[in-house]
């Protein structure tokens, strides 16, 4: 029998059994080893919020649709985050160049559950590095977000630049914009976070419920503002405050899954009297100018790589490794109690 994490309803989590598949052609199995849960999407399932659950998403409209929910509950096996041991690859892709072999460690997306079968086309390449540690593996695609949100920033050498947010990603954008030259501010509620995100490179720090964050800003740039801003806590409060920090014509990047109505963000405050650019970076795809070099794929690849050359520290940010029997007690942690944790691993 293979396990499975699902949830229910609202903040209802089981771990269910399901027969064990076979493998088709063209497919791979994987025994999961770790499977990092994200904070944001997958809180919104968690929580009842998703859009998908009361709304259908049209891909050829790319429009949202009333009147149908595109997914119900139970939701089975969300995650974005695996890492596993091929354990058996179907016999039509015995010989296929650089596909992973039986033994191998991988990493990829199958979802909160003891095994995953897998299309081989989404695990050419998918090797850990040599010298990764598993775990490591299971930030892939989160930093993969973080590096999508600093390649829509554009940033260049020099410039101030806000990171609102200091989450796993949040930390992992406030690193790589660092690397890419920037001098960062890094904006957060929780002092735990704000000391994190000093080690992670963040000149500054600022407090978000005592600071005032725009003005702080703006007195640290000689009045001119930050040249530009990445949001990535999915706060419509944080966005607005992200559109009055930086400068006239400056650049904000929405990185963050929003819920709900905007309440808290004015569009006819600083945004338009500031001719602020608002870019929206989601990592269903790539900046528009960088699309015929840079793919999803490239992200997560390099970002494994800049953590396998000991440029960007991951492991320290797991916070918890639970057992998956144990999926209930994470979410509400994750739910109810964010400061005592970062990064949540279930281990199968």
């Given at each position: 029998m293979e396990r499975v994490v699902q949830f229910t309803g609202p903040r209802q989590v089981e771990v269910a059994e399901q027969v064990r598949a076979e493998v088709p052609a063209g497919h791979l199995r994987v025994r999961t080893r770790y499977s990092g849960i994200s904070a944001g999407t997958e809180l919104t399932a968690y929580r009842g919020t998703n859009p998908y659950l009361t709304r259908t998403w049209d891909p050829e409209a790319r429009l949202?649709?009333?009147g149908a929910a595109g997914i119900e509950y139970p939701v089975a096996g969300w995650g974005y985050s695996e890492v596993g041991e091929?354990?058996?690859i179907a016999p039509d892709l015995v010989g296929t160049p650089g596909l992973p072999q039986v033994g191998d460690m991988v990493w990829g997306i199958w979802g909160h559950r003891s095994e995953g079968i897998v299309?081989?086309?989404?695990?050419?390449g998918h090797t850990l590095p040599a010298g990764l540690e598993p775990l490591a593996g299971a930030f892939a695609r989160v930093g993969a977000i973080a590096y999508n949100a600093v390649l829509a920033a554009d940033i260049h050498l020099g410039e101030d630049v806000a990171v609102f947010g200091q989450g796993v990603i949040g930390l992992l954008t406030t690193r790589l914009a660092q690397l890419s030259g920037a001098r960062v501010t890094a904006v957060d509620?929780?002092?735990?976070?704000?000391?994190?995100?000093?080690?992670?490179?963040a000149h500054h720090t600022l407090n978000a419920r005592t600071d005032q964050v725009a003005e702080a800003i703006r007195a640290a740039t000689?009045?001119?503002?930050a040249d530009l801003a990445i949001e990535i806590s999915g706060a419509y409060s944080a966005l607005h405050e992200a559109l009055r920090s930086v400068a006239v014509g400056g650049r904000v990047v929405a990185s963050g899954f929003y819920q709900g109505d905007g309440i808290g963000l004015r569009l006819g405050d600083e945004f338009h009297h500031n001719r602020v650019q608002l870019v929206c970076s989601q990592i269903g795809g790539i900046p528009p100018q960088l699309s015929s070099r840079w793919s999803v794929e490239r992200l997560q690849q390099t970002f494994l790589r800049l953590v396998a050359e000991g440029h960007v520290d991951v492991t320290s940010l797991v916070s918890h490794v639970v057992p998956a029997a144990e999926a209930a007690d994470a979410y509400a942690l994750l739910d109810e109690r964010p400061a005592e944790a970062r990064q949540i691993v279930l281990e199968f």
């Open positions: 949202f649709r009333d091929v354990v058996e299309p081989v086309e989404r695990m050419i509620a929780l002092d735990g976070r704000l000391e994190t995100a000093r080690r992670y490179g000689a009045g001119l503002g």
